[in-house]
């Protein structure tokens, strides 16, 4: 390892993009850290030290917080890409709804837990194949989502970049 190898920690790093940006980062020498469910998938990553998980428990993001600030002086970079599509919708065992433990609450408690990272990376998008719709704001305590969370979740996506291009008081340039 160089001197100018970095510590690069991926949530989500055993599947899709988290997994060709840890692959990438093995192959220029650099430190990966990948957190995610499947050990197996990990295992096809040589070199990457994996630390297992279930990113939608606030509980297992603070173990994963303290191994990686234990074990990891400096991390260079943080990238978020943990996602998981379900069809129904679901509560963990700490009662929180799924989707938003794993891709809003999680992606909070990584970034803000880790002793300062270099650089934080979300990486986020809309689910392949799900309609678009309006947003249904009401449906978050629903016990049942018969297709509307997928519609929410994809209708967010898209609304969420509009919004982060205005100023302070939500007015362009404000």
């Not at 074990?71 to 996602?83: F, S, T």
């Not at 919708?89 to 909070?108: C, D, I, N």
Request: proline share 6%; aromatic share 6%.
């Amino acid at each position: 390892m160089t001197s100018t190898a970095k510590t690069i920690v991926i949530s989500g790093g055993t599947d899709g993009m988290g997994r060709a940006l840890a692959s990438t980062y093995l192959g220029r020498g650099d430190t990966v850290v990948i957190i995610g469910r499947d050990a197996a998938k990990a295992a096809t990553l040589p070199g990457a030290h994996f630390i297992p998980a279930d990113l939608s428990l606030v509980s297992e993001n603070r173990r994963v917080l303290k191994e990686i600030n234990d074990r990891y002086p400096a991390v260079d970079a943080l990238v978020l890409c943990a996602r998981y599509f379900r069809s129904s919708r679901f509560v963990t065992a700490e009662g929180v709804e799924g989707v938003f433990a794993l891709e809003y609450l999680s992606r909070f408690l990584l970034s803000h837990g880790l002793d300062r990272p270099r650089v934080i990376v979300n990486v986020s998008g809309p689910t392949p194949g799900v309609p678009t719709g309006r947003i249904h704001w009401d449906g978050s305590g629903k016990t049942r989502w018969p297709g509307t969370r997928r519609r929410a979740t994809g209708a967010a996506e898209r609304t969420i970049p509009a919004r982060s291009r205005r100023g302070r008081r939500g007015r362009p340039g404000a």
